[in-house]
C-alpha cells in the first residue's frame, strides 16, 4: 500500500507583524530577531527605515506561514504612542497609578499581557540562544540596557526533567516555575520591539517541551 502523503493542515499561524520605533534602531531590532534563531529573508530600505522580513526557520523561506514582519513605527502611531504617554505621564512621578499597576503586573508575570511565543525543537539550542542573550543584555552595545531576561523551569515531578534541568548552565538555579509540567520558558522582554498597550516594548517568549510526555506547559494550564 502506498504511503499516504502528509496531510496539509488546514490551517497555521501565518504572520506576526512588529516594530520598532526610530529608523536607527532597525538594525538593532533585527538583531534581536536574528539572535533569537529567527532566518532573515529579506532587507527592504524605505525612506524612514528598513522593512524586514523573517522566517521561524530555512522550511518557511517562500511559504505564506512562520513569518515575522519588521518595520518601523508608522507616524501616526508613533504620535498615538506619544499622546497616551504624554496622557498618563509615563515615566514620570507623577505616572498614572494604572501604568504602575500594569508594569508591576509584568514584573510578577511576563506572560500576563501581549507577548508572543515561539518553540523550539532543542533544548540545547535555546540554551545557548538565552546564555548569548545575557552576556549581550552586559557587554553588547546594541542590546546593553535593551532586554531582560527571565526564567521558568518545569513544575517538578518527571526525575528526568528535573535532572536535566537542574544540570542545566541556564536552569539549573531558577526557582520560578511554569504553569504547568515538562517544558521550560525564557522571556525576553525589550523595548527595540514596540507593542503593548504602551506601545514601548514587548515580551518575546521560547518554549521548549520535553517530547513524549503525556502533557506540558503548552498543552495543559496548571494553576
Ligand atoms: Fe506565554
Redesign the pocket.
Given at each position: 500500500m502506498a504511503t499516504a502523503a502528509k496531510e496539509t493542515p488546514a490551517r497555521s499561524m501565518g504572520h506576526l507583524a512588529l516594530h520598532y520605533g526610530k529608523a536607527e534602531d532597525g538594525p538593532k531590532a533585527a538583531k534581536l530577531l536574528s539572535l533569537l534563531g529567527l532566518v532573515e529573508t529579506q532587507v527592504l530600505p524605505l525612506p524612514d527605515g528598513n522593512f524586514y522580513r523573517y522566517v521561524v526557520d530555512n522550511e518557511h523561506f517562500a511559504r505564506g506561514d512562520g513569518i515575522v514582519y519588521l518595520s518601523a513605527l508608522p507616524e501616526r502611531q508613533l504620535k498615538l504612542i506619544e499622546a497616551i504617554h504624554d496622557t498618563f505621564k509615563v515615566g514620570t512621578d507623577n505616572e498614572h497609578e494604572a501604568v504602575q499597576g500594569w508594569r508591576q503586573m509584568l514584573i510578577e508575570d511576563p506572560?500576563s499581557s501581549f507577548?508572543f511565543?515561539f518553540l523550539l525543537n532543542s533544548l540545547e539550542d535555546l540554551e545557548r540562544i538565552t546564555l548569548d542573550l545575557k552576556e549581550r543584555a552586559e557587554n553588547d552595545p546594541d542590546l546593553k540596557g535593551h532586554i531582560e531576561i527571565g526564567l521558568n523551569r518545569s513544575r517538578p515531578g518527571d526525575p528526568d526533567v528535573d535532572a536535566r534541568l537542574d544540570a542545566s548552565p541556564l536552569f539549573g538555579d531558577v526557582t520560578r516555575c511554569a504553569y504547568g509540567r515538562n517544558g521550560v520558558?525564557v522571556f525576553v522582554k525589550t523595548d527595540l520591539l514596540k507593542a503593548g498597550q504602551l506601545g514601548d516594548g514587548m515580551v518575546i517568549?521560547l518554549?521548549y517541551v520535553f517530547p513524549d510526555r503525556e502533557n506540558h506547559i503548552l498543552s495543559i494550564v496548571e494553576m
Open positions: 506572560e507577548h511565543g520558558q517568549e518554549d
